[in-house]
Each structure stands twice: as C-alpha cells, then as structure tokens.
C-alpha cells in the first residue's frame, strides 16, 4: 500500500474512532433521556391521574350530598325549618366547601304577602328580592317566584334570604334538566348573592314535588313540582378541599387548572394552583429535533368530566423543573461518552502516529530488504537452477544405473570400497557390506591364491585400469555367482592416487549359458555323459597324465550286447532307459577322477588313469561287467543286458593315443564275436581282423556286380516220410581273393552297410529262380526258404520286391518260405502285423528261424500269421547232452502243434539228435547229419538222387532212393 494512502488511512480511522464514538454517546444518551423522561412523564401521569380522581369523586360526592338533602323533602312534608336545619348541619360541617343548602319555594302571586310575613318572621324586614346586575333588590310582581326560603346556614349568607331565583335563567335551565332527567342537575358558574364579586360557584339542584301527586312524565313532574333544594358550591373551595383533603396540594411539581366548562376558559377558571400561571402553558412548539429530544418536557393531563349535567375540565400540568436530576444518567452517559470517544480518539490517534512511525521504518526496510532480497532471488534462482541440473543429471544417473545391469563402485587409495551404488544387492545378490571397507581380494574367496587374482592385483597395485576382469564368488545363499568389473584409477588435481571407480555387472546367467552351452557341445544330451569331442580332451589329458606318471591308462569301448534287439522290440524310448540307467551304473562303479563317456548308440568309452593307491587290473573290467549285468526294469519287464568290452592299454604296446579307441573298438568287436558278454585286451592280431572287416566292407561294395555271391541249398526233410520237402537257401561269398566267406563274416556288415537289401532281393530271385527251375525239371514241388534280414524286412516295398520275384521267376508263392527272426517284429509289432499279413496275404510261408533264442514273447506267436518254427540250432546240438536243451526244443514241438504250426530242427547232426526229434514229434529236420549246404548243382544231384532219410534212425543216414 502506498505510504499516503496509509497515513490517510489512519487519519480518517482516528475521525471514524471519534464521530462513531461520539455518535453512539449521543445516541445513547438520548435513549437513556428518553427513557428518562418517560420515567418522569409516567410518574407525573400517576401523580395526575391521583389529583383528577379526586375532583371528580369530590364532585360527585357534593352532588350526592345534595341528592340525600333533596331527598330528606321527599320523604318529610312538609320539613320544617328545624328539621332542614338539624339534616343540613352535620353536612355542611363535613362539606366545607358547600357555601349553604337551599330549599326555594315556588310562590305564587298570591302568596308573595303572606311569604314575605312569614321571612320577616325570621329575618326582620326581608321581601321577596332579586339579584339585578350584582345589586340585590326587592322583586317585582311575578306570577309566580322561586325564592330561597330555607337556608343553611344563615349566617353569612342572610343576602340570600328570601331571594328570588326564577329570573335566574342559569338556576331555572338547571332546574328544568333536573326536572327532566330526575337526577340532580348543575348550574353554570353563578355569581353567588352572598359572594358577588366573582363568579365563584354554582348551584346543584333537584326539584321537590307535592307529596302523592305522579311523577312519570317530564310535564307531570313539571307540573307537581313545589320547589327545588339547592346546594350552593363555591368552585376554588371545592377543589381546594378536595386536594387538601387528598394531601394533594403538597407536590409543587404538579400543577393544576380546574374549569367550568367543557374547555379552559379563564373567563370560568374555578381553580388554579398556588403559583401556577393564571392559565397553563400552551404545549412545546419545539423543533422536530427537540421534541425527539425532549418528548415531555411539559407534560399535561386534561380531562373533562361531566358532573350533574355540567362538564368540567381539568388540566393537570408539570411545573417547570430543573432538567438534571430527572437527566442524571442521561448526562453522565453523555459527559462519558465524550469522554470516552475523546479518549479512543487520542488512542487512535497515538496508534496512527505509532503506526507511521512503523509503516516508515517498515517501508524503508522493505525498500532495503527488497533490494538484498532481489540479490537473494538472483543468486537463489542461480542456485536453484543449478542444482536441480545438478539434480536433474544426478536423477538420470540413478534412473540409468537402475535401468542398467551395472553398479557403480568406488575405492579408496588403499583399494577398500568406499562406495557401492546401483542397487548390487539386488543385481548381484551381494550386500554391500560385505564389501565396504574391504579390498576386493578380500571380499572374493581364492582371489589372492589365484594365478589371475595375483594378476589383478599387481595390475591396480600399479594404478592401472582394468576391463572385465571376470571372477565368481559365492552370493548370501552359497550359489555362485559371477561378476564382470571394470575399473580406472583416480587421481587428485596434484596428480597422487586417490583410489578407483568403475562399474560392475553380475554375469551369472550369461557364463551359466555359457556353461550350458558348452557342456551340451561337450557332454550327451540322453545321458549327460561327456560326449565324442570331450572324451577326446579327457584322453589327451589321460595320455598327458600317463607320460608325466610314467602310469598306464586304460581305455575301455563298452558295448552293449543285443541292444539293437531292446530298442527295437521295446521301442526307442525303452532304449533310452537303458542307456542312461548304464550310463549312471558305469558312473557311479567308477571313481569320479575317471571318465565315462558316450561314443555312440549303446558305445561307451571309460578312461581308467592308475592310482597310487589302486593298479589297474582286469577285476576293474569284471566290476563293471557286474554293474551292467544287474537287471533292468522296463516298463513291466525285466531285462538281463550285458556287454561286450574292449581294452586298450597305454602306453605298453606304444599305440597312439588317437588308437587308443579304435583299438578298444577291435578289442570289443573280438569280445562280441567270443560270443558276447566278455572283456577282450586289444592285441595287434585283433588288428588284422579289423583291418580284414574292412576290407570285406570294400570288397562287398562289389561283389554283387561281381557275380562274386553264389547260393548253397540245404535240404529241409520231413521227418516222417524221410523225403526233401524244402531247402534253404544260404549265401555264399566267393571272393577272388579271399576265397569262400561265410556268412557269418559279412552277413552283419552288409546288414551295417545297407548292402543287405540288394544283396537280399538278388537271393531271393536267385532262389526262386532256381527252385522253380528244379520243378519245371520234375524235381518235385519243393519249397525254397529264403532268410530275410531286419533291413530287408523294414523296406517299404519289400511286398512289391516279392510280389515281382514270384511273378518273374513264376513260382508259386506256397512254395516260398521267408525266415525271419524274432527281433525283426519287436521293434514296432503293429507295422510287423500288417507286413507279415500283407506277406502272408501273397501266399508265402512265414518262418521263425532261430527261434528260442530271441525275445520269445509267446503272445505274437497267436496273433503273427507264422506257418513253421525252427528250433535253433544252440538248442538241437546239445539235445543229448543237456537235458533242459532237450526240454526246451520238446517244449517248442509241443507249442507249435498247439499252435497247429509246424517245426522243423535246424542242425541236426547226429542220429541222437534226429531220434529225439522224431520221438517228440517234430515234423522236418535240417542239418549236417543228412546234407551240408550244397551248391545248387550237388543240390541238384542230390534231388535227382531221390535222397531220403531213413525213417528209423539205426537205419543209417543219408540214402538215396
Ligand atoms: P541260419 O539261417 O540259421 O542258417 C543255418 C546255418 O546253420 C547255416 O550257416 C548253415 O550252414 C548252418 N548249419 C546247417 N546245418 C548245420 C549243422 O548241422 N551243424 C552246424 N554247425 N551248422 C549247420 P551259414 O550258411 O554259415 O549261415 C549262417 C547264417 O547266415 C544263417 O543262419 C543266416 O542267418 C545267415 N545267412 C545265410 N545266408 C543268408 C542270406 O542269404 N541272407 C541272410 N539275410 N542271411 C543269411
Ligand atoms: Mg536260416
Ligand atoms: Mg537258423
């Protein structure tokens, strides 16, 4: 606010202080004057009120007094002077202010004479008189008069004695009211006989009526009328005793005016107070503003009462009074409250003047204030925004770093953190504290004793600054977790160390991906076992190992026996089972130091390195034959597996360690061809066999282009009737070089290679042919068995292969049997189930060679379409010798004519062997002891020779029909 405007503004807040103080004094005192005047008008109110009663009840009372004289006439006839003298007396004692009681007589003319005598009587000398103009004087003739003829008391007022009144208009108006109203009726304001001087009084009058004569009418009354009493009354005595009788005369505040009259003539005054003005003042013809003032500064009554047929007036008024005593408060209020308002005023005023004094020195501070406080704004707002950039910077640096993987550290000169921010304990799982005020090396478990730890330290011992230095250490929980930190020294402005700074990231999911990553590149998915490519760094470390120990290494090619048979029968996901149950038996049979890792399908590769305290030796090898030969459940089944295992030892026959495997590889191939479940040592001869495999291999790739294979036919003959009924067609190999291979040497690499299908469908044909050759030349209605492998058999048109082979060589499909083994239904029975009914469909006849020696599930047998079973060969050679093989191959006869099959004894060779067959029924035989295999011109021979086979068994062997 400007500083004018203040001051003015005070100033007219000292006035406003002043004029309302003084206002309301005003106001308030004049209330309080008007109530005091109220108070004093309402006080004289009563006081006049009292004073007017009084009149009024002293009037009526006179004229009371009157009526009861008047009434004394009316009872008494006639009342002597006595009587109206003894009635009047006592009364007029009491009623001073009556002058005298009158009796007037109506006279007569007549009468006047008589009369007159009878007045003088009383009174010497008196007549009959009237009043005329003040002065008394003897009547004139009338016809009539009215003159006063008792009269109390006579003294001092004998000059009315005898006075006649009926020329008094005044007293015969009142006397004629009186007539006809029949109340007691007032003159006017007469001028009295005995007091001439002044109209001082007046007359109250009733008429007086012939006793008995009717009054009910005004004229009847008029006409009885005989007289009239009359009580004389002077006015200003009347009033006077009636307020000194009232003790009312006494309060000089009051003062009082009585009339006559309807109205305050002066002319008919008939009272007024001692000291009060001949007449009362005129009311207050004062201002609006003093009459509101003052409302009753003269207060007055006025009342006009009508006392027998008169009026009369009163006025009772306020003398003048001094106004202080009746306007103490008001005053006071008054003279307080000016003083008051003048008091607040000066308050007022002393504030106003303190108030400038202050708004003064207040502005100048301001001014000065303002001034240092614009500096203040500047520097503050200088300030301001330089912090919240600085806030706004520091803000965007929490929000990346909590954004970021990374934390922020920082050290000390002596290389203790000091400072880690950036939420480590939740990124890294590392509290701070576990690293505040400790070096790092410290903090990280193994860091000084490690070759990289020592790195570092030298490395910020010499104030360099490093990047991603990676180590690993154990979080609260004991999991390991890894960091990556980087770090560059600080310096002072003096250029000397201060300490270090840098950020750190915890890289624990990337290295366990890492680990993972490498460990799946390294280690087998199914077992979890060190894979082909890590195997190879545990045998150069093994190697490594055995040169620096001068111990030897061995280096194990498990191989399991018959799994191909498992895991086709019981279906791959069986397969899987066995594997990793092997894999964990062979882990946990081994110490942790040695290796075990998967090769391939059902290979495994252990690397044993000797110990001081265990040599190496083949009961190592035993042991974990034992492990693996426990049983092993899959599914619902229970399975023996056991495998074949191949040794190589380094460093004894100086073989490199990169042979090692390969020569395990011979080793365990030789322990397989021993007839499985057994362990073999690598020797340099099992090399050559190797080395023969794989020339076979090579050569085989050939050899049906070659024309190299040729088939042998081994009589099938009915025991029964001694005669051929079938052959079966073997394969043979005749190498250039090699000579004649069995099959048994490269039957299972031509089934490992794939060769066997061509190979396969060339038998087939060749055989078929063949046979059907032999028929066309009448050599009988043979039937030709064809051996059939597992690739052939899970070849997708190995129907249409058939189907083409029958029509080409046109034979019929009844006289075409195909061997099959067990194993090839197992591995998918329902595929095998439409395979052998689709084969089965064509004609030909199913076979099961070997049998009782596979997975002899007897449930297929129902539910294949086979037609012939033959016993194994195992089975038949040892007939004699081993009574449960003797029970087996009656057993499998028993079961295959309740089968309603057929069975026919491969490898027969002695009449034993064929005596026992016969007794138990079974239905052919083939074997050494009546034909080797034959090339198919001996077979041929053989045929035409009709050969037969004596039906009694010391009959001999072979003959020929
Ligand atoms: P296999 O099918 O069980 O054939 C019977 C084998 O027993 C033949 O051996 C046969 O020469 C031999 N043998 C027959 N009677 C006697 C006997 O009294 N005493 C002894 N010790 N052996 C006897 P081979 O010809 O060496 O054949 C061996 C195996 O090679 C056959 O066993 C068969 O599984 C397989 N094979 C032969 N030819 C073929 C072929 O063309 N295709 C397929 N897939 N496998 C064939
Ligand atoms: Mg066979
Ligand atoms: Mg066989």
């Not at 199913?846 to 060969?873: A, N």
């Amino acid at each position: 606010m400007p500083r004018r405007r203040l001051h003015l503004s005070l100033a007219v807040a000292a006035a406003l202080t002043l004029g309302g103080a003084l206002a309301a004094t005003l106001a308030v005192s004049v209330a309080v004057g008007r109530l005091e005047s109220g108070k004093v008008a309402l006080a004289f109110q009563q006081r006049a009120g009292v004073r007017v009663a009084a009149i009024h009840q002293g009037l009526d009372e006179a004229v009371e007094v009157l009526t009861v004289t008047n009434q004394l006439f009316g009872a008494v006839q006639p009342v002597t002077r006595d009587q109206f003298h003894d009635f009047t007396t006592p009364l007029l004692a009491r009623y001073p202010f009556i002058q005298a009681f009158n009796f007037h007589r109506r006279v007569g003319a007549a009468e006047r004479v008589s009369v007159e005598a009878e007045l003088a009587a009383i009174v010497p000398g008196v007549r009959i008189t009237e009043m005329v103009g003040g002065h008394r004087s003897v009547a004139p003739a009338r016809a009539f008069y009215s003159i006063v003829d008792y009269l109390e008391p006579m003294a001092g007022n004998e000059a009315a004695f005898g006075l006649d009144v009926a020329p008094n208009t005044r007293v015969m108006a009142a006397l004629e009211r009186a007539t006809v109203s029949g109340r007691a009726a007032s003159t006017d304001l007469i001028s009295l006989a005995q007091d001439t001087r002044s109209n001082g009084g007046f007359q109250v009058i009733m008429p007086v009526y012939r006793a008995g004569a009717p009054l009910a009418t005004a004229a009847q009354r008029r006409a009885a009328r005989v007289g009239d009493t009359a009580a004389i009354i002077r006015a200003g005595a009347l009033v006077q005793k009636i307020l000194d009788g009232g003790k009312l005369q006494t309060d000089p505040s009051v003062q009082m005016w009585v009339y006559v009259g309807a109205r305050a003539d002066p002319a008919r005054l008939v009272y007024a107070s001692a000291g009060a003005p001949a007449a009362p003042p005129p009311a207050l013809a004062g201002s609006r503003l003093e009459r509101w003032l003052a409302p009753d500064t003269r207060i007055s009554v006025q009342h006009t009462r009508d006392i027998a047929g008169q009026p009369w007036h009163v006025i009772v008024g306020q003398a003048e009074r001094a106004l202080l005593p009746d306007h103490i408060g008001s005053l006071s209020c008054l003279l307080g409250g000016i003083l008051f308002s003048l008091l607040m005023t000066a308050f007022v005023q002393t504030l106003v003047q303190r108030s400038r004094r202050v708004q003064r020195l207040v502005n100048e501070r301001t001014a000065d204030l303002k001034l240092s406080n614009q500096r203040l704004i500047d520097d503050v707002a200088a300030r301001g925004r330089a912090e919240h950039a600085l806030q706004l910077s520091e803000q965007r640096f929490r929000q990346l770093v909590a954004m970021s993987s990374d934390w922020y550290w920082e050290q000390d000169a002596e290389l203790r953190f000091v400072n880690i921010t950036g939420g480590i304990d939740e990124k890294g799982g590392m509290p701070p504290e576990r690293l505040i005020g400790r070096t790092r090396w410290e903090a990280v478990e193994g860091m000084q004793a490690s070759a990289w730890g020592q790195a570092h330290i030298a490395q910020v011992m010499a104030h360099e600054p490093f990047e991603d230095l990676e180590y690993a250490t154990r979080d609260d929980f004991g999991e390991l977790r890894w960091f990556c930190v980087n770090g560059e020294p600080l310096f002072d402005e003096r250029g000397n160390f201060s300490g270090y700074r840098g950020t750190g990231t915890d890289i624990t999911a990337r290295k366990l991906t890492e680990q993972r990553i490498g460990h799946i590149a390294q280690h087998d998915v199914l077992t979890g076992l060190p894979n082909r490519s890590l195997l190879q760094d545990r045998l150069a470390e093994a190697v490594a190992y055995s040169a620096r120990s001068a111990r030897p290494v061995w280096v194990m090619l498990v191989d399991l026996d018959r799994f191909k048979f498992v895991n086709d029968s019981m279906g791959h996901k069986a397969g899987d089972v066995l594997l990793m149950t092997i894999a964990a038996r062979l882990r946990s049979a081994l110490r942790d130091t040695d290796t075990v890792a998967r090769l391939s399908g059902d290979e495994f590769v252990v690397i044993l390195a000797e110990h001081d305290d265990e040599q190496l030796a083949p009961d190592i090898v035993q042991r974990l034959m034992d492990a693996i030969a426990q049983p092993v459940i899959l599914g619902t089944k229970e399975f023996f597996v056991t495998c074949s295992i191949g040794v190589a030892v380094h460093p004894p026959n100086g073989a490199a360690s990169d042979s090692l495997i390969e020569h395990a590889d011979i080793a365990m191939y030789r322990a397989k061809k021993l007839g499985r479940n057994n362990f073999q040592f690598y020797t340099p001869a099992m090399n050559e066999e190797a080395m023969e495999r794989v020339r076979i291999e090579s050569a085989l790739r050939n050899a049906l282009e070659r024309n190299e294979f040729v088939l042998h036919y081994q009589p099938q003959v009915n025991l029964a009737s001694g005669q051929i009924v079938g052959m079966e067609a073997l394969i043979r190999w005749q190498h250039p070089e090699l000579g004649v291979v069995a099959p048994s040497r490269f039957i299972s690499v031509a089934e490992e290679t794939g060769l066997i299908v061509p190979i396969g469908a060339w038998v087939m044909r060749t055989a078929c042919r063949q046979n059907k050759q032999w028929q066309d030349a009448g050599l009988g209605a043979l039937r030709v068995a064809v051996n059939l492998s597992a690739r052939q058999f899970a070849a997708p048109d190995l129907l249409a292969d058939i189907t083409g082979v029958l029509e080409q060589t046109g034979l019929a499909a009844a006289c075409l049997e195909i061997e099959l083994t067990e194993s090839l239904f197992m591995s998918d029975v329902t595929t095998a189930v439409e395979v052998l009914h689709g084969m089965k469909s064509l004609g030909v006849n199913l076979s099961i060679d070997d049998f009782g020696t596979g997975y002899s599930s007897l449930s297929y047998l129902s539910r294949f379409p086979i037609d012939v079973l033959k016993i194994d060969r195992s089975f038949v050679s040892d007939i004699a010798s081993d009574a449960s093989d003797a029970a087996i191959v009656a057993s499998i006869i028993a079961l295959a004519h309740n089968l309603k099959l057929s069975v026919i004894a491969e490898g027969v060779e002695t009449a034993e062997q064929l005596d026992y067959l016969r007794r138990h029924g079974c239905d052919e035989m083939q074997g050494y002891y009546f034909s080797r295999p034959l090339a198919a011109d001996h077979f041929e021979h053989l045929l035409r020779q009709r050969a037969c086979l004596p039906p009694d068994a010391a009959a001999g062997a072979v003959r020929a029909a």
